[in-house]
Each structure stands twice: as structure tokens, then as C-alpha cells.
DNA sequence: TTTCACCTTGACTATATAGTCGAAATGACC
DNA sequence: GGTCATTTCGACTATATAGTCAAGGTGAAA
């Protein structure tokens, strides 16, 4: 029994079910990014999709959210992984991510008003940046590689100038450079040795 | 007959009318600060006042936020305005603008989660914060004080890491020192010399 | 072609929220 | 006590939104 149905719903289901979901998924984050009101029909028209097919593929809104920020936190992943694993520095690692992630918010508007708007929700999304910044600044601590010794606030600090720049980003053109000089700024603050930002 | 229309209304409505505005304004930021859902039915209940009540003093929940966020922005005024009229030196300025208000968050969390809230929309009181903060640091750029050459990066450095740790002292305790700690890292970022931040 | 599990639809109910308005309350002044 | 500008009240209408469900569509496999 068990067997046929899965069978049968692999075949079927997969392509259709798959697609319905990634519109709604899409067209969730597009209004989640745009700051819109984010109810049902408005997501349910923006899919082109009825009201009832959204209720099959997510018990809310609240989890639709939830679904965006963990597509949101796997598309991390994927630009930062690469780094991760090269490289031994964890002030490398951190100067890497930032860069590539206020560079990525420049050439991706949409990119950048979705990240922060997920940012400023509780989100998981929220939860694992902070997280995975934390280990780096903490090696980046226990190595005496930075002055800030609460690894609490050198979150606090590395994320607010990431995410209020990036803020800067969507609401005024980029300036040259500002990537780097917003990462020099970050590593200061941190009381990274100014030797150290050279690694880029 | 306006000089006797503008007469009677001084006199019987200043009290009734301020005090029910003042009411209906508190229990507004209240809702605001604890992040819940803004509608004309939770602030009128909140104001322990009806519904029409609300209409009255305000046109729509819109306003009333408006009028939340000017408020918030006098309190933020009343706080910094001392230091701003003594104080010669901008990064002195700033320093103490930055200090205070950590603090207070600190001693206050609902208001704390207030200016947070706030912040994150598109609000006069934003827009007021950092047009006060660009000028002092304008000020700074231009006697050669920090290394930061961009305005508009220096003030998102400064909002960021301000905004973050805010909330960071909503979230969690704040551990002794943390706004002297925060002070320094911020400074640090704009390349401010050390010496500068003994001000304080 | 028929079957059948899965997917999609949109109308429907129930509830929440915005905004209106006539009536009543208030209190200073006569 | 009576008058009257001002303020307050809450029921009412209209609209928006959440969530349900019976009916029908789809396409792979028999």
C-alpha cells in the first residue's frame, strides 16, 4: 500500500507539487521584500495561484515566512560556504562574508531589502547568521586577534554596520568602494589589528 | 464670534483634550514598543477609550504613529540637547549622545524597544536621528578627526552599531560597561584617534 | 480508456478591522 | 438651572482577511 502510494506520488507529484510550491515560496519573498502586507490573497494572487492551494502547501503565513528564511539561509550557504572551508582565518572568514554579502546587496536590490526585512523578524534565517558570525568571532577572540572581548557585542557591532549599510545600500546609490571601506570600518571597530584587513 | 468660539474651547477642552490624546499617544507607543499588531481597536481599548474617541484625536492608526514618533524624538531631544549646546566638539557630541542613550535603553527597556520599533520604519524620528548624527559627524569629517571620508557610511556605522546593541539590551543583559565598550568599538570604526575617547 | 492518488480551484463562513455618525455626556459661563 | 461648544461614546456599515471544503482537474500506470 504504503508502497504504491509513495511510488505514485514521486512520479506524480514531485514536478507539479514542486513548482506550485517554489512560485508561492517566490512570490512570498517578492512581497516580504517589498515591505508589502503579507495575507494570503495577497500572496495567492501574486502566485497566480487560488486561495486553496496556498492552505496545501503551508499551514499559514507565519510558516510561509519560515520558508523564505530558511531558502533565504541556504542561498548563504551557497555564497559563503566556499569560503568557510578554505580559509583557517576566521577574521578572513568574517571579512569574506561581509564583503560578499554588501556586494551581492549592490548588484541585488531585491536581494538586499529581502535580507533585511528577514533580518528584523525572529526568524530562523536571523538566527543562524548571528550564529555562524559568532563562532568566527569568537575563534577570532580566543586567538587575541581582536580587542572586543564580549562575543555578544562583536555580533552586535559586525552585524549592525552589516545590516545598516546594507540599509544604506537600498535606500542610496552605492558609493566606490564601499564594500571595503565598510569592512575596514567593521574590522576597527572589533580592534582587528589593521595588518589583518590586508588579506583581502 | 471666533474670539468667543476660541475662548470657551481654551478653556473647557485643554484638559479633556490633552489628557485623552496623552492617553490614547502612551497607549500607542506602548503597542508599538511591544511589537503588536497596530489597529484602531487595540489602541482605543488599550486608551480605555471608544472607538470614536480615537477618530476624533487622530485620522488613522498612520498618525497616531507619526505623532508616537515626534514625541519620541522631543524625549530624544530633551535627553541630548544639554551636551549639544555645550559641548564644542562634535565627536564629544556624539560620544555622550551615544552613551546616553544606551544607557537609558539600558534602565528602560520599553523604551528601548520603542526606539527600536520606531527606527525600523520610515518615520519622522528616524529621519530626525540621523540627520542630527550626520551633521556632528559631517563636522568631525571635515576637521580631519576620523577616518571615515563618507557621511553617509560614517552615520551607518554609527546608527548600526547603536541600533544593534539596542537591541542586543533588549534581548539580552547587558553586562557591565557595555556602553563605555560599545563607545569605543564605535569611535574605533569611524578612525577616530584613541585618544579622543577619554572625553568621557 | 479507465483508474486513482495527488493537486488545484473558488465559493463560502466566520471573524477582524477601518471608518462613520447620531446621540449623549461634560463642564464653563450666564 | 439653562445654554452651548466641545468631547466622548458605541452601534453600525463596509471591507478585508483567515481558514474550510466539496468539486473538479491532471497525468502516470494498468
Not at 515560496?25 to 492551494?53: P, Q, S, W, Y
Not at 529581502?114 to 523578524?121: D, E, P
Not at 526568524?123 to 580587542?147: C, H, N, P, Y
Request: hydrophobic fraction near 50%; charged fraction near 25%; charge should be neutral.
Amino acid at each position: 500500500m504504503a508502497k504504491i502510494d509513495l511510488a505514485r506520488r514521486a512520479k506524480i507529484g514531485r514536478d507539479r507539487r514542486a513548482r506550485t510550491r517554489a512560485q508561492i515560496l517566490e512570490a512570498g519573498a517578492a512581497l516580504l521584500a517589498a515591505g508589502a502586507a503579507l495575507t494570503v490573497d495577497a500572496v495567492a494572487e501574486a502566485a497566480a495561484v487560488a486561495k486553496g492551494t496556498f492552505y496545501y502547501h503551508f499551514e499559514n503565513v507565519e510558516e510561509l515566512v519560515a520558508a523564505v528564511s530558511v531558502q533565504l539561509g541556504r542561498n548563504f550557504d551557497e555564497l559563503l560556504t566556499p569560503a568557510r572551508a578554505e580559509l583557517r582565518d576566521p577574521i578572513a572568514r568574517l571579512s569574506f562574508a561581509f564583503t560578499q554579502c554588501l556586494e551581492k546587496a549592490i548588484s541585488d536590490n531585491e536581494w538586499a531589502r529581502l535580507v533585511v526585512q528577514t533580518s528584523q523578524r525572529p526568524t530562523e534565517f536571523a538566527r543562524s547568521v548571528r550564529d555562524s558570525l559568532k563562532v568566527d568571532l569568537a575563534e577570532a577572540i580566543a586567538q587575541g586577534r581582536v580587542t572586543v572581548r564580549d562575543p555578544e557585542l562583536a555580533v552586535d557591532i559586525f552585524v549592525g554596520i552589516w545590516l545598516q549599510v546594507t540599509r544604506g545600500i537600498i535606500e542610496r546609490a552605492a558609493p566606490p568602494e564601499l564594500s571595503w571601506h565598510a569592512l575596514e570600518a567593521a574590522l576597527r571597530a572589533l580592534g582587528s589589528a589593521p595588518h589583518e584587513n590586508r588579506k583581502l
